[in-house]
């Protein structure tokens, strides 16, 4: 996230990247994730343990992968700065390679 602001374009506006702006996000994303929890149990579906979203800025596409399985709650040994830095490094690999 610290990084986005070197990705713009001459004449655009900076986005916020303060610490307040980032607990702000954190927590409008964790309500997000309450209120699919809360859709999914509606109608008897069953929960997504992960989902990803890939938001393409120069085609304007979104594409999502998800999954249902346990991924990381039956490990005690991957914290989750490990498991975000991990999924950091898979969407840096996957934009240097479309370089």
């Not at 700065?81 to 479309?98: L, N, R, T």
Request: proline letters at 2%.
């Amino acid at each position: 996230m610290n990084k986005v602001n070197s990705a713009i374009i001459e004449g655009e506006k900076e986005y916020d990247i303060s610490s307040d702006r980032k607990w702000a996000v954190l927590l409008i994303r964790t309500e997000d994730l309450q209120k699919i929890e809360e859709v999914c149990k509606k109608y008897e579906q069953p929960v997504l343990t992960q989902f990803k979203l890939y938001y393409d800025v120069h085609e304007n596409s979104l594409k999502a992968k998800y999954q249902y399985d346990p991924m990381y709650s039956n490990t005690d040994d991957l914290h989750s700065s490990d498991i975000f830095m991990s999924w950091y490094e898979e969407v840096k690999q996957e934009i240097e390679g479309e370089k």
